[in-house]
């Protein structure tokens, strides 16, 4: 026979297994990218050189990613707090969208992946150019570069420049939920929860005893 404390540990899994599930676990639909890193890649200091970003053409009707890579350049692991804003036509132009704030706790020298996520999509027109603006809000943060002119369909801006043998190291796109993942999640934690007796209606495991401790 099942213990009460095996019924009981059985809610455990449940907990744990749906609140740490890893925000990269969706489908990542990439429109623009520059990956390339030849030797000779860059780092600058998004406050000291801003208004820093990339201009790109999308092929998309929208996007609500952008992943840069960013460092602190000193071999501090102080992290630093970075937001995006997506522009039309230029560095000054309309800002369509801003991120939600990234805060990296960077490795010392080393470059980190850096998610901007758009709480909703920001409308582009498929051929027209727009401009990745990268602003620092705290912290001391650093931008990678791939330090030659890899995308044809845009440049670095630096100090509000324009950079044209330079390009930023960037990703942009559509992220959408894995369908199905945490369906089949549930259909499973249920099963096992059923299996070891868990819904059995027993006052024991209505008391509010079970999760607060008095």
């Known amino acids: 026979m099942i213990s009460r404390l095996t019924r009981r540990l059985a809610l455990v899994p449940l907990i744990v297994i749906t609140t740490s599930l890893p925000p990269c676990r ?3 639909v990439f429109d623009q990218t520059n990956t390339a890193l030849p030797n000779g890649e860059l780092f600058q200091n998004a406050f000291f050189f801003a208004p820093i970003g990339q201009s790109f053409t999308p092929t998309f009707t929208s996007l609500n990613f952008v992943n840069l890579q960013t460092e602190t350049g000193t071999g501090s692991t102080a992290p630093f707090t970075l937001a995006l804003n997506i522009r039309s036509g230029s560095i000054s132009g309309t800002i369509l969208g801003t991120s939600q704030l990234t805060t990296v706790t960077p490795a010392p020298f080393g470059a980190v992946l850096t998610p901007f996520a758009f709480s909703s999509p920001v409308t582009l027109v498929a051929g027209d150019l727009y401009v990745m603006e990268v602003v620092d809000i705290s912290g001391l943060g650093l931008i990678g570069s791939t330090d030659t002119n890899n995308y044809s369909g845009g440049t670095q801006i630096l100090a509000g420049v324009i950079q044209p043998n330079n ?8 992220r959408t939920a894995e369908p199905g993942v945490l369906p089949f999640l549930a259909v499973g934690l249920t099963w096992l929860a059923s299996r070891l007796g868990v819904f059995n ?9 079970l999760f607060y401790k008095h």
């Open 201 to 209: 209606k027993r006052p024991h495991l209505l008391r509010p005893s």
């Open 26 to 28: 969706a489908n990542c």
């Open 167 to 174: 390009d930023l190291w960037f990703q942009e796109g559509i």
